[in-house]
Each structure stands twice: as C-alpha cells, then as structure tokens.
C-alpha cells in the first residue's frame, strides 16, 4: 500500500460525458502528479502539482482539467469523452516541488468510454 | 530530459540474476538515474536511485560507470513475481517543473 488513494476503482461512461477522477496523496506529500496508460501502452504524465499550484504540464488534452485543493486532494476533469479516453488514470505523490522521483503511485482509476 | 534506451523485452529463468540496461547518453551533469517496477494493472513502484557508482538496497543494485552514460539494474536471484515492466528514468530531482518520462520500459518475463 502506497498510502495514495484514487476513487473511483472503475468507471464506465459514455461519449460525451463528463467524469472527475479523485486523488489523496500520502500524507507529507505536497507535491500531486497525474498519468495516463491506455492499454498496452506507456504511461504518459499528465501535469503535476504543487501545495495547490500547477507545477508542470505533459501531454494534457484541453479536454482535460485538474486542481489540487488546500487539503493537498486533487481532481482531474475529463470532459467531452471520447472512446480513446480510455485508459489507467494513475494519480502519484511526491514531497517536494521538483521531486526525487520518488513518487508513491496509487492503485488507478479504470475509465471505460463506451 | 535525457532521452533512455532500454531494451523492449527480456526472458530469464527462476533463480537467475538479471540485469537490466539502460542508455542515456545526454546525462546531465545534476541527473539522477531512477527506476521503477511495474506490475499489469497496477501504479508504478520506485524500486532504486543513484548518481554514480554502486546503490544496493533489499531489492536490486544499480551500477553506473564513470562516464554515467550508461546504468543497469541487477536484480539478483529473481523469482515469477518478479515478471513486470522496468522503466528507467533521468533527471534532476532539484529542478522544478521537471516533466516526468517514463517511455516504454522493458518487460522482464522470467519462466519456472
């Protein structure tokens, strides 16, 4: 057990729609990372955190949103879904700003789009 | 970010130490060289870091020569549960807004 939490598990949804994914990272950990590994692939980073601030931003769709709120949780907003959207969303914690790469991933949220 | 090069696959047999290789030419000079184990269908799991030399803990060893082109992990003795994806990363873990590249890693399957 990594101490990150993700909710929900599984998630089936259909096209269009829109899903929020949420994260509590280890407790200490300031710093909230977010992936995403569709079948078979790599896993892509997303965009990342800091103690409420966003710190860094990969290959993140405008489609999607994230936010980390004053109790360290985050959320990552997947709107207008569409079949390719789905994937593993991993959610990661680290302590500091810039990392160790040590990250503590959670278990990942499972979204299907059908 | 440095760019990685690990081979795609490798097979290895109960008991066998295995080592794993990872290319990064373009090193910088306040890289870290970090990996990381991957089980189907679960986060990533931080396995080891290092800078140069020789890091050993309870899991695996990482040797980097001089030149830190280069680095492998060796996993000694390894058993089935061991089969997993291993992903080599670099980078500096003091420079903010790092973005983190895990590219495809190398998928170990050790048989019976």
């Known amino acids: 057990d990594s101490g990150v939490t993700q909710t929900p598990k599984h998630l089936i949804t259909a096209t269009g729609q829109r899903v929020t994914l949420r994260c509590s990272p280890r407790?200490?950990?300031?710093?909230v990372y977010w992936y995403q590994q569709s079948l078979d692939q790599g896993l892509q980073f997303l965009i990342q955190y800091y103690n409420g601030e966003e710190r860094a931003k990969g290959n993140i769709l405008e489609r999607f949103s994230a936010q980390q709120f004053p109790d360290l949780h985050s959320e990552l907003n997947l709107s207008s879904l569409e079949l390719g959207d789905s994937a593993l969303y991993f959610c990661?914690?680290?302590?500091?700003?810039?990392?160790?790469?040590?990250?503590?991933f959670g278990p990942g949220t499972r979204l299907t789009v059908t | 970010l440095a760019k990685t090069t690990q081979p795609i696959s490798m097979d290895s047999y109960e008991g066998q130490e295995v080592n794993i290789t990872c290319s990064h030419n373009?090193?910088?000079?306040?890289?870290?060289i970090t990996w990381y184990q991957q089980f189907p269908s679960q986060g990533p799991r931080f396995i080891i870091q290092g800078y140069k030399t020789k890091v050993t803990n309870e899991v695996a060893s990482l040797f980097i020569p001089a030149d830190r082109k280069s680095s492998t992990l060796s996993l000694p003795r390894v058993s089935l549960s061991d089969t997993a994806v291993y992903y080599c990363?670099?980078?500096?873990?003091?420079?903010?807004?790092?973005?983190?590249?895990f590219g495809a890693g190398t998928r170990l399957f050790v048989k019976a």
């Open positions: 990661a914690s680290s302590v500091g700003w810039a990392g160790t790469y040590e990250q503590y």
């Open positions: 407790s200490g950990d300031l710093s």
């Open positions: 990363l670099v980078g500096d873990p003091e420079t903010g807004g790092f973005k983190t590249i």
């Open positions: 373009n090193i910088a000079t306040n890289d870290y």
